[in-house]
C-alpha cells in the first residue's frame, strides 16, 4: 500500500496561466475526491468520483475547473486562466464506499504569482 | 456560519503535558465524527473515527470524547511530544464531510 500520491507537490505560475494536477490513489479504492485548503483553514470540497463517475461538484468549482477520472483509477484536476486567489493547497483523497474513512495525499501547493 | 467550530484556534503547550481541543458542531443528523492531524504542507491523517452512537474512542495518547447531545466533541491528547505539533481538524460526516478550521497545535521543549 503505497497510499495516495499527488504530482507535482508544488507549483508556481504566472496569472493567467493553465495548470494540471494529477492524483493517484490507493488502488482499490473507488472514490476519489479533490479539497482545497488555505492557509488557516480546513479543506474545502471541490468534487468527487466514484469510479470514473463525477458524481458531485461544489459550487467552488468555477467554470475555470475541470476533474477527470478517465479510467476510474487516477484523476486530474485542471485550472484554466489561474487568478491569484487560485493560490492553496490542493488535497487529494480516496476511499472505499463502503468504507468512510477518506486517506489524503501530500497536497500540491499552488501559487499564482 | 461553519457548522463545525472549532476551539481554541491556536494552543503551545510545553512538553509532557496534556491538552484537550474542542469540536462543536451543528450538523444533524450525522453518521460519524473523525479527527485529523494535519502536519504543515502535508494532507490530513486519520487519527479517530466515532459513529453517533460511540463516547469515545482512543488511538494512542490520543482520545476523543463525543457528546451527540451536546454537539461537542474533544481531543485529548496525553504527555504530549514535540512531534504533536500540527493542526488538528475535526470533520463531521453527513453524507458529505464537513471540515473545522482546525486548531494548530504547538508543543515546545
Known amino acids: 500500500d503505497t497510499g495516495v500520491s499527488q504530482d507535482p507537490r508544488h507549483k508556481i505560475t504566472k496569472r493567467g496561466q493553465n495548470v494540471t494536477f494529477r492524483c493517484d490513489p490507493i488502488s482499490e479504492h473507488n472514490r476519489l475526491y479533490w479539497y482545497r485548503q488555505t492557509l488557516g483553514q480546513g479543506p474545502e470540497f471541490l468534487t468527487y468520483?466514484?469510479?470514473?463517475?463525477?458524481?458531485?461538484k461544489s459550487r467552488l468549482l468555477s467554470d475555470r475547473f475541470s476533474a477527470e477520472r478517465p479510467k476510474g483509477s487516477f484523476s486530474t484536476l485542471e485550472i484554466q486562466r489561474t487568478e491569484q486567489g487560485d493560490s492553496a493547497m490542493y488535497l487529494c483523497a480516496s476511499s472505499l464506499v463502503s468504507v468512510e474513512t477518506q486517506y489524503f495525499g501530500p497536497g500540491t501547493r499552488l501559487l499564482v504569482l | 456560519k461553519n457548522q463545525v467550530e472549532q476551539s481554541p484556534q491556536s494552543l503551545i503547550i510545553l512538553e509532557g503535558k496534556n491538552c484537550t481541543l474542542q469540536?462543536?458542531?451543528?450538523?444533524?443528523?450525522?453518521?460519524?465524527l473523525r479527527w485529523y492531524k494535519q502536519d504543515t504542507g502535508r494532507g490530513p491523517v486519520s487519527l479517530t473515527i466515532?459513529?453517533?452512537?460511540?463516547n469515545t474512542k482512543s488511538n494512542g495518547r490520543y482520545t476523543a470524547t463525543l457528546d451527540a447531545d451536546t454537539k461537542q466533541s474533544s481531543l485529548h491528547i496525553t504527555a504530549s511530544q514535540l512531534s504533536d505539533s500540527a493542526s488538528y481538524i475535526c470533520?463531521?460526516?453527513?453524507?458529505?464531510?464537513?471540515f473545522g478550521a482546525g486548531t494548530r497545535l504547538t508543543v515546545k521543549p
Open positions: 468520483f466514484q469510479n470514473e463517475a463525477q458524481l458531485e
Open positions: 470533520v463531521v460526516s453527513a453524507g458529505d464531510m464537513r
Open positions: 469540536c462543536n458542531y451543528t450538523v444533524s443528523p450525522f453518521s460519524n
Open positions: 466515532m459513529t453517533f452512537s460511540e
